[in-house]
């Protein structure tokens, strides 16, 4: 089951998202998060954007949500996105359908422009991102430090089909 994020997932969520935190270069963070700092973010990202998790016998297996890609005013109809699952749920088509549903949402609330920055090398989130239609527009390199090396971000763009009126 997808459904919008509530404040008690947040340990859950913390649980999905520490494991790559500490694990892996998906992620830049370096440093656990807490619970309360998930909590935050879920209020902060809730004020605009949809926030989803990916349920399964009460137990959440994963979650996507969308942020904003810049602050100024113009950049108002593009957000980054992002999609986590748990670490031995991978090959299950989670991040796919948490995806998909995310994706809709947005286009529901006039987004037209989704970004995903994606630490290279990921061939899964890559290989997801082209399966939900995102083509590559750009790679840095060298732009993060994690694990005492340097670490390229490509960047995936979905331009959103254009609604009409």
């Known amino acids: 089951m997808i459904r919008q994020v509530k404040k008690s997932d947040a340990d859950a969520i913390c649980n999905i ?5 500490d694990n892996t270069i998906i992620t830049f963070e370096e440093q656990p998060v807490s619970v309360g700092e ?7 990202v809730q004020k605009a954007f949809p926030w989803l998790v990916f349920e399964t016998d009460g137990v959440v297996l994963g979650f996507a949500y969308a942020s904003k890609w810049k602050g100024r005013c113009a950049y108002r109809y593009s957000v980054e996105s992002a999609v986590y699952v748990a670490k031995d749920t991978t090959g299950r088509k989670i991040g796919e359908k948490l995806y998909g549903a995310l994706i809709s949402q947005l286009g529901e609330i006039g987004i037209h422009s989704v970004l995903g920055g994606i630490a290279l090398p990921n061939a899964a989130s890559v290989h997801l991102h082209e399966k939900m239609g995102f083509k590559k527009v750009a790679e840095f390199r ?9 670490i390229d971000v490509g960047y995936w763009q979905l331009v959103m089909p254009v609604k009409k009126c």
């Open 142 to 150: 060298e732009v993060g430090w994690k694990f005492n090396k340097w």
């Open 17 to 21: 998202y520490n494991y790559y935190v």
């Open 38 to 44: 998930i909590c935050r973010r879920i209020d902060e």
